[in-house]
Every structure is written in C-alpha cells, then in structure tokens.
C-alpha cells in the first residue's frame, strides 16, 4: 500500500471521448452560501448526466468555513467574520479577496474512483501552476496542502500558500483548493488555519511576487490542462 501521496502518479485524465471540462473565472466576490448551493445543484446534475464538469473560479468576501473535522477551540476570535459549516472535508479556513478559490466539480467515474490519488492530483496541479513563477510547492505527508519553504524566516520555517478540502458524493467531486495570490494575511489570525500549529501562511505576493489574480488563473489552468486534461471557457 502506497502511504505517500508524492508517489501517486494515477492519471486523472478523463475517458476518451469525454466533453472538455467546463472553466469559469466568476466576476467579483461571491457570497459562500449561494456558492454553495451552486455546487450542490450542479453536481447532481453532473451525475445525472446533464451538465459537463466544471471547475469554478471565485473570490469570496472574507469569511471562515469550518470543515467536517473542525476543532471549535481553533476559531480563536469567533467574532471577527462570518463562520460557514460545510460539508468538506478538513478543519477551519479563511477566504477572501485576494485568495483565488477553486471549485473543482469532476466525476471521477471518468477519471479514476481513487480519493487519495485525486487529491494528490491536486497537490500537483497546484504545484505546476506555482513552478510558472518560479516557486516550489511541496506537499507534507502529514499535512494536506502546499508548502513552500521560508529559510528567511529561520531554520525548518515553511508557510502554507494554498489549501484543500473536498467532498465527494456519487464520485462527482466538490469543494476544492484555494490559493493565496494577495489576501490580507493578517485574516488566518482569527483560526487556526488547517488546525496546524506552528506554521505559518504566505501568499505569492509575500513572496516578492507581483502577480495578478488574471496571471494565477492563467497558470491554473495550463497547469489543470496537465494534471486533468482539456477544458474550455464556460459560456454560462
């Protein structure tokens, strides 16, 4: 049994003559509830056959969302903004303007019906989009998610830059990633982000890099392309 999810190579490529997945980048900021219930609505219509898969691209105002494993003493100022249970996987996190939310709606019943290796093929999409700037993701074992190192911030030092909590139902996929492009950082100060202690959060523009939300959505999707195979601009 594989334990690591760095050697999961499964191809994620759906079947052969299956649609391109459908890629929609949401103008402005989007409220987590109606997005929600998006999701909810289209992922049934994907298992029935009469949607095509859609990954969605959205920034939301700033709030936290608590997930399936979520540890009440990590909401450390319950007050600051507004709190969403959800049915994803993982524990607390923020979003917000500036964070480029992605929500991943795939039928694996085309692809490969393995959670783990499909959230391993997150990591590595995610990483290809980070290596376009020059910067090296890595994933932990022990942590789901991306790395980067911070020797400036001391021996050992590496900062969370883009998170991941799915669900699954039917084996159509939901929830997703979120990358930090330029939030306010100062934001994850209200939980503990992941429940991980001890670590710290970063962003591309923290790392000295003046990329625009237009730009990480470009290497997304060239990076999704590789990972997951063709997709085409929304038309809805």
Known sequence: MVNDRSEIETDMHAIPGSPPVEWRIEPGLVDYEPAVAFMEERVAAIAEGRAAELVWLVEHPPLYTAGTSADPADLVEPGRFPVHRTGRGGQYTYHGPGQRVAYVMLDLERRSKDIRAFVAALERWIIGALASFNVRGERREDRVGVWVRRPDKGDGA???????????????????????????????????????????????????????????????????????????????
């Open 158 to 236: 590496e900062d969370k830059i883009a998170a991941i909590g799915i669900r699954v139902r039917r084996w159509v996929t939901f929830h997703g990633i979120s990358l930090n492009v330029e939030p306010d950082l100062r934001h994850f100060a209200g939980i503990v982000p992941c429940g991980i202690r001890g670590h710290g959060v970063t962003s591309l523009v923290d790392l000295g890099l003046p990329v625009a939300m237009a730009d990480a959505d470009a290497a997304l999707k060239a990076s999704f392309i590789a990972v997951f195979g063709p997709c085409v601009a929304s038309q809805g």
